[in-house]
């Protein structure tokens, strides 16, 4: 059976795991993303490889990451909280290092393929997959593929306006981030609470609300039903399957429940409206993004099996 050696590049970690063709996980590991030159940085991955070699035979390095991936190119564009990996050649430098093909997608696309995979996903072909973080962002799945746009912008979800409003003359709007992310959560209870955000996070804010705070459960309400008003347009400009959500909030158990219940509202509102999205939590959390890395690596060099 063939193994692979798969990485999640993130601002904090570098997450690891050898993983068979199946998707299974053979062993799992991270280290600390230092802020440092490029040469560091290669010669840690370097490292886990080398590791991995002596105990399997690799096949390939498959590798998820933050930034605007080039996937054929092999260069991540953008900018991230690892600046050093903007720009090398992440198949000409890990590729000629260890004479293994190297594959890369971008973070929140291989979150989407994982979970299309094996996760909440599986068994549809059209998804929308969302991450509900400090900001939003996420992915659009067509066809089983990943839709990244003419400017490589699909799924930035959170750029969407939702809330425009034309007072004497002026214009304000607010995008779906600065009405629904976490951060936006922790805002609107600071206000109301004249604490400073610092001071907050969205454990706080929903132990405030279980406490019977007032402030703290009318801004999870207003942040419920911001998340449910973006999910319906993307259910009628998409019209996707299943709309999956991740992000550390969505491990709550009520997450969905609650954005239904918004839905519902909404649905009744909108009689015109009858198709009812379909949305799930994300299955594999933090391992979604190592699964569809692989999962990217075996699609682009047809090699995925049916299981």
């Not at 997959?129 to 900001?135: D, E, K, S, Y």
């Not at 610092?198 to 911001?226: C, H, K, M, P």
């Amino acid at each position: 059976m063939r193994c692979f050696i798969v990485f999640d590049i993130g601002g904090t970690y570098v997450k690891h795991a050898v993983m068979n063709e199946h998707g299974d996980f053979l062993e799992k590991g991270r280290y600390r993303s230092e802020r440092h030159a490029f040469r560091q940085f290669r010669d840690d991955l370097l490292k886990v490889v080398r590791q991995a070699q002596a105990h399997y035979e690799l096949s390939g390095i498959a590798i998820s990451s933050a930034g605007s991936v080039d996937s054929e190119s092999g260069v991540i564009g953008g900018s991230s909280a690892l600046p050093c990996i903007h720009g090398p050649n992440f198949k000409e430098v890990f590729g000629g290092e260890t004479g293994l093909p190297v594959e890369l997608e971008n973070d929140a696309n291989c979150a989407a393929l994982g979970e299309l995979w094996k996760g909440a996903g599986r068994g549809c072909r059209d998804i929308a997959f969302v991450i509900v973080g400090t900001g939003i962002g996420g992915a659009i799945v067509k066809d089983g593929r990943i839709h990244k746009g003419a400017h490589l912008h699909g799924g930035e979800f959170g750029y969407m306006l939702m809330d425009v409003r034309y007072t004497n003359g002026t214009i304000e709007c607010k995008t779906w981030s600065e009405l629904a992310a976490t951060s936006a959560l922790i805002r609107m209870v600071a206000r109301e609470k004249g604490r400073p955000e610092t001071e907050l996070d969205g454990e706080t804010v929903f132990a405030l609300a279980e406490g019977g705070d007032e402030a703290a459960q009318n801004a999870i309400d207003r942040f419920y039903f911001s998340l449910a008003h973006g999910i319906f347009n993307l259910q009628y400009a998409y019209d996707p399957e299943k709309i999956i959500l991740g992000g550390a909030i969505s491990n709550r158990p009520d997450f969905v429940d609650e954005i239904n219940k918004r839905l519902s509202t909404l649905l009744s509102l909108v009689p015109i409206a009858k198709v009812r999205p379909v949305v799930a939590a994300c299955q594999f959390k933090n391992d979604a993004n190592l699964l569809g890395a692989l999962y990217h690596y075996l699609e682009r060099r047809g090699e995925l099996t049916s299981s």
